[in-house]
Nanobody, 124 residues
Framework: QVQLVESGGGLVQAGDSLRLSCAASGRTFSLYSMGWFRQNPGKERDFVAAIRWSGYNTYYVDSVKGRFTISRDNAKNTVYLQMNSLKPEDTAVYLC?????????????????WGQGTQVTVSS
């Protein structure tokens, strides 16, 4: 069992930066692939970024490439999402997820555990 708790969201202006954190419980955190998704009310959960257990393989949706960076610290059981040059269209609840090593990064159904989310609001 893995429990995930996100933090770091907030209200910022366009062009600003935020760093989201996702703290995980459980001794096997290092074996999981981790992902970040975002969701707005009434909309589907959209893939943002993912990272394999080793940290060497990362994946991003095209709209955030060059602006967002996913990373992980297995010693701290934490995954991060550094978000730079934020845009109003980045506004959403951001959720982190944990899945098996073989997870297809952009597929929500492949992930076994989800956090409650943290709100990110970017004003223009």
């Amino acid at each position: 069992q893995v429990q995930l708790v996100e933090s770091g969201g907030g209200l910022v202006q366009a062009g600003d930066s935020l760093r989201l954190s996702c703290a995980a419980s459980g001794r096997t955190f290092s074996l999981y692939s981790m992902g970040w998704f975002r969701q707005n009310p009434g909309k589907e959960r959209d893939f943002v970024a993912a990272i394999r257990w080793s940290g060497y393989n990362t994946y991003y949706v095209d709209s955030v490439k060059g602006r967002f960076t996913i990373s992980r610290d297995n010693a701290k059981n934490t995954v991060y999402l550094q978000m730079n040059s934020l845009k109003p269209e980045d506004t959403a609840v951001y959720l982190c997820a944990a899945g098996p090593s073989w997870v297809v990064p952009a597929t929500p159904a492949d992930y076994d555990y989800w956090g409650q989310g943290t709100q990110v609001t970017v004003s223009s």
